[in-house]
């Protein structure tokens, strides 16, 4: 079945520096790629997805890319803040339906 | 409009009892699923049920977990013979449809089995 690894675990950043966290895939099929963060004792939210047939998506300071011959996606945080401390998840889709398979989650801190 | 809400918010209870979680998802969306997320984990599928459909079971760690949507709207996980392992944060999310819309996760409910 389909694998997702996410590295690095934890990452401490400076407010204003940028914070890329990184996946990878198994199942070649898999088509959708969501990232979802969730702050401390919340439900996950998500932040931003991308679809196998694109490249590259932003948003405001927030931008994914996807690698598909690699099966990696990475998320781009830059101008980071102290507010966009959470721990963020990756995940992807399996072919036929959108069970999705999550990473094991980045603990994204951002000091002031 | 109102979110994907869960009951109970917690939940204690002994080694070897049966417990029922609930789920209602947002009006209109036929995707529901349920996830497990221990602490300091990532989330683990559980089960997903699309409109009429036979629900995708294959996330469930064993018999003693099961899952019910009825009219296609509110869903009970049950475990049964609760084991201390599976104290964890049970979430459940619901989506328009299973075409890659987002999925919307409820407040979840934190289960400690004693």
Known sequence: GEN?????????????????????????????????KQELGKRPQLIIDIRSNVGEKKDQRIAVTLNKTAKHFSLHITETQPEDSAVYFCAASIRSFQKLVFGTGTRLLVSP | GAGVSQSPSNKVTEKGKDVELRCDPISGHTALYWYRQSLGQGLEFLIYFQGNSAPDKSGLPSDRFSAERTGGSVSTLTIQRTQQEDSAVYLCASSLNNRGNEQFFGPGTRLTVL
Do not use: M, R
């Open chain 1, 4 to 36: 997702v690894e996410q590295h690095p675990s934890t990452l401490s950043v400076q407010e204003g520096d940028s914070a890329v966290i990184k996946c990878t895939y198994s199942d070649s099929a898999s088509n959708y790629f969501p990232w979802y």
